[in-house]
């Protein structure tokens, strides 16, 4: 018997869309430094993909919420506190139309390449170098 595979079009179809962007590098504390520059990863929802996200963690919230009423004495905490958590995380991860998935960059204070952490989507924000600890301002090269 012959198994046909799945039909993939409705998974590419919503799947997130990954962007590299150079990025420069400079120090916050020591402007004298100079600029390196890295590569950063942008991933990008379509609705479809935003909504999506956003229904499994409000299920997620909702269920831990739906277990938190058998516990007794906390319910009166849980239940409310995840009732509007729900709300609110799912409204925000709807919101949420791009994000930094990480990347590399050399540091300007120490030259070692360092891990651009994850973080929500802008065209300017801030990481720690993982060697130095160095405070370090990440810009988009445009």
């Known amino acids: 018997m012959l198994v046909r595979p799945p039909d993939l079009r409705y998974k ?8 590299s ?3 420069t590098i400079e120090s916050r504390d ?9 590569e ?21 919230l909702l269920g831990a919420m739906v277990v938190s009423i058998f516990i ?9 506190t995840l ?10 991860k709807l919101k949420e139309a791009a994000r930094n998935d990480g990347g590399s960059a050399e540091c300007p204070k120490c030259h070692a390449t360092f891990v651009i952490q994850k973080s929500k989507w802008s065209d300017k ?11 370090l301002e990440i810009h988009l090269v445009r």
């Open 83 to 92: 009732l509007i958590a729900s709300f609110v995380v799912a409204l925000d």
């Open 72 to 80: 007794p004495m906390l319910h009166f905490i849980l239940v409310p």
């Open 40 to 60: 950063l990863t942008r991933l990008e929802w379509n609705a479809q993909e935003k909504l999506r996200n956003a229904a499994r963690i409000f299920l997620i």
């Open 12 to 19: 590419i179809d919503i799947m997130a869309t990954r962007t």
């Open 21 to 23: 962007f150079k990025v």
């Open 125 to 135: 924000f801030h990481d720690t170098c993982n060697h130095c600890r160095e405070d």
């Open 30 to 38: 020591n402007r004298s430094l100079t600029k390196t520059f890295g």
